[in-house]
């Protein structure tokens, strides 16, 4: 694959979660770092940039809240942006449109929440045959406590995404692992 058909995905890097009582700073500062050197990477490498919102009819993922903005301090130059209402953002958002319209073989899934619409997003991605590299350490989620009471932390559920995910759905890498891919696709 060459550059010109791989596209990275940023999934629901929103100010929105700013305002859920489950969202935690403790590692945002690493994740904005590793996302920004994704997106700055990609942009150099000619791979362009998709942004996906969630968006709601309520709440703080609604349009009227004011919150599906870029959470800062991410700065991102999108391609194109796509608002989605489900889980998958190829599910009724145009992006499945915009991806076959560009020749895009290929996606880098990155974003927020590393098990919620990043993995769904990656295993529908994969099910409608497109290669997937999934960044998983440019994702972020939030600790979560299962039906028995057991918290589970944000590493923990990164792990367990990473494991159903590899080598059945998408690629697990790094962000310099997905980077050296795109600069090695151009000098090719």
């Known amino acids: 694959m060459s550059a010109h058909n791989v596209a990275l995905i940023v999934i629901d890097v929103q100010e929105s979660f700013r305002h859920r009582p489950y969202f935690r700073e403790e590692g945002l500062a690493a994740y904005i ?4 050197a994704l997106i700055d990477g990609a942009r150099a490498a000619g791979v362009p940039v998709v942004q996906i919102f969630h968006v709601e009819d309520e709440g703080p993922f609604s349009e009227a809240s004011g919150n599906v903005t ?3 301090p991410l700065r991102i130059e999108p391609d194109a942006t796509f608002r989605k209402r489900r889980h998958s953002a190829l599910v009724g958002s145009g992006l499945d449109v915009w991806l076959v319209r560009n020749g895009i073989r290929k996606v880098i899934i990155s974003g927020i929440r590393t098990e919620q619409c990043c993995e769904t997003t990656a295993r529908h991605a994969s099910d409608l045959g497109y290669a997937v590299d999934y960044v998983g350490e440019a994702t972020l989620t939030f600790p979560m406590t299962d039906a028995g009471g057991r918290e589970w932390s944000a590493e923990e559920i990164r792990a367990r995404t990473e494991l159903v995910l590899a080598g ?5 890498v790094t962000v310099q692992e997905a980077l050296a891919g795109l600069s090695e696709k151009i000098a090719a």
């Open 33 to 36: 770092a590793r996302q920004q």
């Open 70 to 72: 870029t959470l800062k």
């Open 168 to 172: 059945r759905f998408a690629r697990i």
